[in-house]
RNA sequence: UGACCCGUGGUGUAAUUGGCAACACGUCUGGUUUUGGUCCAGAAGAGUCCAGGUUCGAGCCCUGGCGGGUCAACCA
């Protein structure tokens, strides 16, 4: 895909949290440095909303000349698996962000977390609790009411060492014992209710192996590797405000000078007619509703991708919808805008039949084949020029024509004059149709005058159709898509499964496509505009028999509102 | 019902330290046009959840309501 033209730049306008940054920087905060850090789970793969956490830390830093690690938050081995991360880095470094040499894994400080862990026993603030979950879940009360001290909270402090090195050495079954922080089981936050903070799991972990049988919580390990990489500003979602005063305790516990990463949370994203969740999404791959994660229907980066969106149109997209602590929900339509405005001025544009209907020429000479000049992408004139092949028998799109148009379709219809694009105008004669009275083919006449598409005498016609000639040509499969759900919020009905919401025309295959042949040597995933239709690119799937191309986006459509009314 | 968070056009965001609500998407008009695209011009649409209060003046401050969200995994 060309890059040469200039990224339109959206306008950022200044969120709440560069708001916060700039005042600490003005107030000699941390020496006005700015570090953030990216810190996904390997579970799954990156979505849409990934990206507007990624825009956001990578991009907080960048304003402030600060820096941003990638920190994969790896403490549960029993659902993490090395095919995530790999995915994650791609995804990451394809929407243009660089983590340089910074690279980090929650698993690289198991060693100081156990270690940390062990002085907050020492120190009487942690211990073991050998009672089943259900039991300390029970003892945990509610909201609403206090919860009750486990019987292990007096343990002396020799004998949780003792119980917790034994855990470490694989002494007891998974669930046998966890080692909790000592806080207050009477606050009003639940998670400060001594929470748990390592737990049995004799699963191998993919960086460290068998090393260790016991993993640190999250809420246990996140502020903690903050610190140790010298975060700054530590961004995440609001589901994590609650778990703030806790981030801090630890923190607290950690810190030996005044510096201390602080927890800012934002509103995650939605977008209507999908769905956000990792589960959800996983459920969508694993039920086979979609062909795979990258599927081109999913929000998932990876599915974008394949879908035809540039990183650009994803970056301007997230500085659009802007980073509060609203829980809001943003129409697809700014999406498919954010990708319109980015492909429209990079787009190389190219004339592609998805429903072809033949069309003879009946006063063009047979077997002459004519190579006429066409525009590559009007927004960018350096783009250039191409040549296209025109014969007797072309294709037009089976919409171009009506053979009893209503009153505004400006298109081809008997005796009806339309220009060729980059051609000539033709004027339709006969109508040829199949025993079922389906129209299958037409006679026209073309006025060699008008070549290249304007006629001398000054003649004008109301429409200008896309053709491709029915000899030089590829022939390509066609994927439509349109939205996975038929639902605006399929995930945010109470009774009914968002799975009832899937859209069973999300998908169409059309197998008898003709483009014109300056796509041949097109590669996987390069974008192109086909004329009055919208963007495709090349799928992956293509291969040496065919080409295969996904429609990124439909072009605005004013006679489809016409039509529709 | 405990704690914490949130409440501005249809949607998402703005509104300098209080000064007559702005931008984007969407919608609707019209113009240009060899893409019914792009582009250009314009319109409709909120009086800022409600009620009090402070003030010459409140979307911004105070009080009290109302509405919504999050939190009771050995998930993150």
């Not at 997230?318 to 609203?326: E, F, N």
Request: proline share 5%; charged share 30%.
């Amino acid at each position: 895909m060309s890059e040469n033209s200039p990224e339109k730049e959206v306008v950022i306008k200044k969120n709440f949290i560069h708001q916060i940054v700039e005042e600490e920087i003005s107030a000699g905060k941390n020496g006005g440095v700015v570090h953030t850090r990216f810190p996904p789970e390997p579970n799954g793969y990156l979505h849409i909303g990934h990206a507007k956490s990624i825009c956001l830390n990578f991009g907080t830093a960048q304003k402030f000349n600060g820096i941003t690690n990638l920190r994969f938050d790896d403490t549960n081995p029993s659902k993490e698996d090395t095919e995530y991360v790999d995915s994650i880095m791609e995804d990451v470094r394809w929407l243009g962000f660089d983590w340089g040499d910074r690279l980090f894994y929650a698993s690289d400080y198991f060693d100081k977390l156990f270690a940390f862990a062990l002085k907050l026993i020492e120190e009487g603030k942690a211990y073991v609790d050998d009672q089943d979950a259900e039991t300390i879940s029970s003892q945990k009360g509610t909201p609403t009411r206090p919860g009750a001290e486990s019987p292990c909270r007096n343990r002396t402090v020799a004998e949780n060492v003792d119980l917790f090195m034994r855990m470490k050495a694989g002494e007891f079954d998974e669930g046998k014992c966890v080692l909790r922080a000592k806080i207050d089981m009477a606050s009003p936050n639940m998670h400060m209710r001594d929470p748990i903070i390592y737990r049995i799991m004799k699963a191998p972990h993919h960086r460290t192996g068998d090393k260790w049988c016991i993993y640190p919580m999250y809420d246990f390990a996140h502020g903690q590797c903050d610190y140790w990489e010298g975060i700054t500003h530590s961004i995440c979602t609001l589901e994590f405000e609650v778990h703030r005063p806790l981030y801090d305790w630890f923190v607290e516990q950690l810190r030996d000078t005044d510096y201390r990463p602080r927890q800012i949370e934002f509103a995650r994203l939605n977008l209507t007619y999908t769905v956000m969740s990792k589960r959800k999404l996983l459920q969508l791959v694993k039920e086979n509703y979609v062909n795979g994660w990258d599927d081109p229907r999913m929000p998932t980066i990876s599915g974008l991708r394949r879908r035809g969106y540039t990183p650009a149109s994803i970056r301007n997209f997230s500085d659009r919808i802007g980073v509060t602590k609203v829980d809001g929900v943003i129409d697809v339509a700014l999406l498919e805008h954010s990708v319109r405005e980015d492909l429209n001025r990079i787009a190389q544009r190219v004339m592609g039949v998805l429903n072809p209907l033949k069309v003879v020429i009946t006063n063009y000479p047979e077997g002459q084949v004519e190579e006429l000049d066409a525009i590559n992408n009007p927004e960018n004139p350096d783009a250039g020029t191409r040549k296209v092949p025109f014969t007797r028998e072309i294709y037009i799109e089976h919409d171009d024509f009506m053979e009893n148009p209503p009153r505004k379709f400006f298109r081809l219809s008997p005796g009806k004059e339309v220009r060729l694009r980059y051609a000539y105008y033709v004027t339709c004669n006969e109508v040829i149709k199949d025993e079922n009275g389906e129209v299958i083919e037409l006679r026209c006449t073309y006025d060699p005058e008008t070549r290249g598409g304007n006629s001398p005498d000054g003649r004008k016609v109301k429409a200008t159709l896309h053709w491709v000639s029915c000899t030089e040509n590829v022939k390509a499969e066609v994927r439509l898509y349109d939205r996975l759900f038929t639902d605006e919020e399929p995930d945010e009905h109470k009774d009914i499964d968002f799975k009832e919401f899937l859209n069973a025309d999300s998908l169409a295959v059309l197998d008898n496509c003709y483009i014109e042949p300056f796509v041949k040597d097109a590669k996987a995933l390069d974008s192109f505009q086909f004329e009055r239709l919208g963007y495709f690119n090349v799928d992956p799937d293509t291969n040496a028999e065919k080409i295969v191309f996904n429609r990124t986006a439909q072009l605005r459509d004013n006679w489809a509102k016409v039509k529709g009314k």
